[in-house]
């Protein structure tokens, strides 16, 4: 089943980019069916001479209860399916227990994203992660709500003053750079607030993160 195998594999971009396409497709099908019945049943039934007379001579209108019941069954049916994958896929929320994962903390504040490494450093626009790690963010506002998200990763949160919400990811190739964004329209500068994430091997990230200086956090 999708959600067992969903719990098993840690996410990374080629399941979301999968499940995002799945669900494009669920979509698409699900509106030709209903935009199909709806049209077919818009022409069926118009308006046509003598139609006031027809159903002042019908009387009321009998509901049809074994076509209520037909329709309850199915809607039924596929909510509890897409519910059972639901739960299934909560897992997917909470980090890999045996990871040794690196938190980096995230300020969005208008109009750029701070980020705080373990070692105190506190970098504007910079967010620079080893691959294959997994690396756990934790994210915060210090003005009004922004929403933090890696384009290509398919990862995102809101930033919220006051609280933090986190998420999760690992990045699997070296070398590679992602364009951050914010995805909530937080004001004049919204467009623009984008940082820079680029992937590293282990080494190259340890050497990096001593090389930046340092510098505590204020
Ligand atoms: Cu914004």
Redesign the pocket.
Known sequence: MLGVYLATVPPTVGIWSSLFNLYNVFGAIAAILVISYLVYNVVKYRRREGHDEAVEERGEEKVNWRKVLFTLAITSSVLFVVELQTFNSVPLIVPPQSSDPLNIGVVGHQWSWTFVYPNGDRLVGNLTVPAGRVVILNITSTDVT?SFAITGLDVAVDANAGRYNSLWFTAPDAGSTYTIR?K???GVG?AF?TAKMTVVDQATFNAWIQSTGGKPGS
């Open positions: 922004h914010c909530e329209l937080c919204h607030m």
